[in-house]
C-alpha cells in the first residue's frame, strides 16, 4: 500500500488485518476444514471512510450518431474531459507509484448460449479461440472495455507519473487472457504507455493450500466480512487472497465496461474487481483457470463476496467505457447477433466513487442501485456515496438525458437480474409557487406529484446551490451572490434522477 499520505480517502474500514501468504513465515493459522495450516504473516492497516460530502460523477456523450463512428481522437478528448470534470489524477497519481489498470476483459467471446447447459459446454477452448465465429470485433463491441480508453487513461497517468510503472492486470473467464487482450489490441504496439499486460491465471501457479504462493496476499476482513457460504473456499478459513502485485499497487483505476448483468443485475467498476480481480487459480473449480464458480453465484451470497473482495483493495477511480453498452449481459447472451444487444449509448463516466459510479451506470441501464446489495452494502459501510443528493452529475448530458431500459436474458436459474430493473423514465410533475430574489438570499416553494430526490439551482449554466429534499413539497432560501431571477433556474430530480427544468421567474 502507498504510504504517501494522499491517500486519505482511501476507502477501507479500520483495523483491517493483511495476511502475506509465503511458506515459512511468522504466524500459522489453522483453516476451517482441517487440511494443513496456512502460514501467515499479520500485518496491520489502517484506512479511513470515504467522507460523505458531495462528489462528482462526469457523464460525456458524443455527438456521432453511432458508436462505432467516434475516432480514436475524439476518445482520447472524450476520457480527458470526464476524468478532468470528475476531480482529475493530480491528487491521486505521482510520479514514481506503479499504477494498475484494470479493464473488463473477460471475453472476446459475444455469448448466444439460451441455456445455462449450453454456456458451461460451449466456451470456445483456448486452440479454437481465434476461429470461433462469433469473436467480438476489437472496438466498441459492448462486452469489453475499447483499448482506446485504456489508452488514453494510460497517456494521462504516464504525463503525472514518467518514472513509475503501469500495469494492466485482467484475468478473463477462460485461460487465455493473454489472446483476449492481443485480439482487443492490448498490445505495446497500440498502448505503448503500459510497462506489462499481466493477465492473472499466470499468476501464483505454484499455488497449494499446504504452502501458498509469494503471489498472493489474503485479507482478514473480520467483522466487516458478509460472504457466509464458503462452501468450497473452506479451507480459506474466511481469508480472501489476493494478487500481491495488485494489493501493493500505488493507484487502481478501474475500467468497467457499460453493461448490465443476468446474476447481479449490473456491472461496473465495483463487480470488474470485486470478482475480476479474483485469483482464478484458488477461486474456479478444480483449480482450473477459467470461471470463478468456487465463488456461490447465487444472488445473496454473490452480492456479499463482491462487497467483501471489493473492500479488500478499492479503487481510486473509475473511467467505465459507455462507448458502446450492452444489454442481455454481462455477455449478450441470448441475442440474435451482438449487434441486436448493443446500445450505442456513446458514453463515458468517471469518477472518484466507485460507489457513486455504479450508482449512477445503474440509473442510465434502468437498474434500480437500491436494488443492488453490493452497492448498498458498501455505501453502509462508508466505502462510498450512492446518495443522489451528494453526487453531482457534470457534463454535457444529464442521466435523464440517456437513460435506457436494458433487458436481460431469461435462461439464468430465477431470472435474477430482471425483478432490478425500474420502469419509471417520466420527469416528475413540478409547480413553482414562489421565487422571490432579495438583497440577501433567493427563496424558492414549489411543489411535486411525487416525492423528489433534490433540486439543482444554476445561474446561467453554473450551478450554484443543491438542496437534498425526499418530500413532496418544500420550500428553502440560499445567499444572494449577485443573482439575477430571470438568468436562473431549478432542475427537480426523483429517485431515478428522471429530472424537470424549471425556470425561476420573479413574481
Known amino acids: 500500500m502507498s504510504n504517501n499520505g494522499k491517500k486519505s480517502n482511501k476507502q477501507l474500514i479500520l483495523g483491517v488485518v493483511a495476511v502475506l501468504i509465503v511458506g515459512g513465515t511468522l504466524v500459522s493459522r489453522m483453516n476451517t476444514s482441517g487440511q494443513a495450516p496456512i502460514n501467515v504473516e499479520s500485518i496491520e492497516q489502517v484506512y479511513e471512510e470515504v467522507e460523505q460530502t458531495a462528489t462528482s460523477v462526469a457523464l460525456i456523450q458524443s455527438d456521432q450518431n453511432r458508436a462505432e463512428d467516434i475516432s480514436d481522437e475524439e476518445v482520447r478528448a472524450m476520457v480527458r474531459e470526464a476524468v478532468t470534470l470528475a476531480g482529475g489524477l493530480e491528487d491521486i497519481v505521482s510520479d514514481g507509484d506503479i499504477v494498475v489498470l484494470k479493464p473488463n476483459l473477460m471475453s472476446a467471446i459475444h455469448e448466444t448460449f439460451t441455456s445455462l447447459e449450453e454456456m458451461m459446454n460451449g466456451m470456445p477452448a483456448e486452440e479454437t479461440f481465434l476461429s470461433n465465429k462469433r469473436l467480438a470485433p476489437q472496438l466498441v ?7 482506446r480508453v485504456t489508452k488514453a487513461v494510460a497517456e494521462m497517468v504516464r504525463e503525472l507519473n514518467p518514472s513509475g510503472e503501469i500495469l494492466v492486470m485482467e484475468g478473463s473467464i477462460r485461460s487465455y487472457t493473454d489472446k483476449i487482450m492481443e485480439h482487443l489490441g492490448y498490445t505495446p504496439e497500440n498502448i505503448p504507455f503500459v510497462d506489462e499486460f499481466i493477465a492473472l491465471e499466470d499468476r501464483g501457479t505454484d499455488y497449494t493450500v499446504e504452502n501458498g504462493s509469494e503471489d498472493f496476499v489474503a485479507i482478514d476482513l473480520g467483522e466487516k466480512a458478509l460472504y ?7 479451507h480459506l478459513g474466511g481469508l480472501y487472497f489476493i494478487d500481491k502485485r495488485y494489493y501493493e499497487a500505488d493507484v487502481v483505476i478501474d475500467m468497467p465496461a457499460l453493461k448490465n448483468h443476468m446474476v447481479t443485475g449490473m456491472t461496473g467498476a465495483i463487480k470488474n474487481v470485486g470478482i475480476g480481480m479474483t485469483p482464478q487459480v484458488i ?3 478444480n483449480n482450473d483457470d477459467s470461471l470463478r464458480f468456487n465463488i ?9 463476496f463482491i462487497h467483501d473482495f471489493y473492500m479488500v483493495k478499492p479503487v481510486d477511480f473509475v473511467v467505465t467505457d459507455g462507448l458502446q453498452g450492452l444489454q442481455h449481459g454481462p455477455l449478450g447472451h441470448e441475442g440474435e447477433s451482438l449487434e441486436a444487444v448493443q446500445m450505442n449509448k456513446r458514453l463515458i463516466l468517471a469518477g472518484k466513487d466507485a460507489v457513486a459510479v455504479d450508482t449512477i451506470h445503474s440509473l442510465v441501464i434502468g437498474v434500480d442501485p437500491l436494488k443492488i446489495d453490493f452497492i448498498k452494502t458498501l455505501a453502509d459501510d462508508g466505502m462510498g456515496i450512492m446518495d443522489l443528493s451528494l453526487i453531482n452529475v457534470v457534463g454535457n448530458r444529464s442521466v435523464s438525458d440517456v437513460k435506457e431500459h436494458f433487458d436481460f436474458p431469461k435462461f439464468w436459474p430465477g431470472a435474477v437480474g430482471g425483478p432490478t430493473s425500474y420502469e419509471d423514465f417520466e420527469a416528475p410533475v413540478v409547480t413553482l409557487a414562489a421565487a422571490n430574489l432579495s438583497e440577501s438570499d433567493l427563496q424558492i416553494v414549489f411543489g411535486a406529484d411525487e416525492t423528489v430526490e433534490k433540486a439543482e439551482i444554476f445561474h446561467g449554466d453554473k450551478l450554484v446551490h443543491v438542496e437534498s429534499i425526499q418530500t413532496h413539497s418544500t420550500n428553502f432560501s440560499i445567499a444572494n451572490e449577485g443573482f439575477d431571477l430571470a438568468n436562473m433556474s431549478m432542475v427537480v430530480y426523483d429517485r431515478y434522477l428522471n429530472g424537470v427544468v424549471v425556470e425561476l421567474e420573479g413574481e
Open 296 to 304: 456461490n453465484h447465487e444472488w445473496t451470497p454473490l452480492h456479499k
Open 141 to 147: 463491441n459492448g462486452v469489453t472495455t475499447d483499448y
Open 283 to 285: 477461486y474456479s473449480p
Open 228 to 234: 457466509e457460504d464458503n462452501g468450497s473456499l473452506a
